[in-house]
């Protein structure tokens, strides 16, 4: 049980300032097992992702209406199935995996994979891959480059695409991509250096 993770005496301290402390695993135990502070725990946690994960789920479709219902959708599931969380997981791996699972199901109804629009350049990542495989900060941060980057990553491969969108929308290390795919680490690595590899030759013919 998840209330096992931490002992009743923790929760029970639990106060409106403690929560916004709190990581994300902890506030998903919060929520599935102290009535008191669920909505301010699940509040905390929706304001955290809201952001990354509408931006991942939109950015893989490129249609705000079905984004809505899609990331409605999750937030339901997240709800749903929050006695299954395991606190030792990251709360990102376990949501990330729900998000994708939605998209798999989208994009089998509708018969594609990953035909998203870029709408601005991804923001810069603070986390491995660096150096020769790491994107061009000035593309990364400069806005006048979003077009062309857009154009960049819809012509890559859907695996590549994939491992690019979870790193750099969703914040996730490659670990947890791989955790996320059911992938080996190392196929996840090639996959985002291969993007990178790519992205860099057609961002210097558009620019």
Sequence with gaps: MLVSFYNNNMLKRVNRETIDNLNNEQLMVLYAN?????QRAFAVLYERHKGPLYRFVLKSINNEAQTDELFQDLWFRIIQHKDSFNPKQK???WAYTIARRLLIDFYRK???RFEQAFDEAMPEHNEEPTGSYALPEQVLQQKRHARAL???VTELPPEQREVFLLFHEGDLSLQQIADITDQPKERIKSRYRYAVKKLKNTLQVLL
């Design 91 to 93: 709360f990102t791996t």
């Design 110 to 112: 509708q018969g594609k």
């Design 150 to 152: 857009q154009q960049a």
């Design 34 to 38: 102290n009535k008191n502070n669920a």
